[in-house]
């Protein structure tokens, strides 16, 4: 019997690895790379805590802590987030273990810790980036003004509609990935959130990366996508103000 269980803990053991190197190495094919300039931008912010810091000139008016969609590159949104700095925004895209934001929600509060001198903060993402913003901002609102979520919404069962943010929704009218949920995503979302469509625009342009699975052809292109979110999150940041 003792040989026996101890067979089955052995087996158990190795099905286990099996699992956990197959869940890897599917994380590692199934991957979007960001395209060869976002990553050249990407390593010029890129801090020794892993995050990719893009600084405003002069004093920042507020941080913008912004969580990656999943499997997606973090350094595809350095040009997004290099515009957004522009408008007098410390922008600091956190990195995610495997690339999935549902492994790292609470590394928002290692980012706030490290820079004591931002009074106003903004959370969000892109996709399942957004998502986990929110369950960061459920378990932990006090430190965080502002939500900005890009092709993305709250979980069934995370109800924000009490907490006394400043909301911004964005995603495109071709968006193929996540669906037409957003309209009815507000009822989780707190009172006056602001919900924006970009006309023509898809799911994979918030980013700089390749075609994403199940996506609609944007009719707009990269640059005026992120261009148009830039201008509603700075929207955003001047109602904070």
């Not at 050249?40 to 990656?68: K, L």
Request: glycine fraction near 12%.
């Amino acid at each position: 019997m003792n040989k026996r269980l101890k067979l089955i803990g052995v087996c158990l053991a190795a099905l286990l690895v099996l699992v956990s190197v197959g869940f890897h190495t599917w994380t590692r094919v199934a991957t979007y790379p960001a395209f060869p300039e976002a990553a050249a931008r990407a390593d010029e912010a890129r801090t020794s805590d892993g995050w990719y810091v893009f600084e405003p000139e002069g004093e920042p008016r507020a941080g913008f802590i912004f969580y990656p969609g999943g499997l997606v590159d973090p350094a595809a949104y350095a040009p997004l987030m290099q515009e957004l700095s522009k408008g007098g925004v410390r922008a600091i895209i956190v990195a995610m273990p495997l690339d999935l934001a549902v492994l790292g929600v609470d590394r928002a509060s290692d980012v706030m810790a490290a820079f004591p001198d931002i009074d106003t903060w903004i959370i969000g993402g892109h996709s399942l980036g957004g998502a986990m913003a929110a369950e960061y901002l459920k378990d932990g609102p006090g430190e965080i003004d502002g939500f900005a979520i890009l092709a993305s919404y709250p979980a069934d069962s995370t109800d924000l509609s009490a907490l006394p943010v400043e909301v911004v929704s964005i995603y495109g009218s071709e968006d193929g990935v996540s669906g037409d949920v957003f309209e009815e995503s507000l009822n989780r979302l707190p009172e006056g959130a602001s919900l924006v469509l970009i006309e023509g625009g898809n799911h994979a342009q918030f980013g700089d990366y390749g075609p994403q699975k199940g996506d609609g052809i944007a009719e707009v292109s990269r640059d005026l996508q992120q261009d148009l979110t830039v201008r509603e999150i700075l929207k955003l940041v001047n109602a904070l103000q």
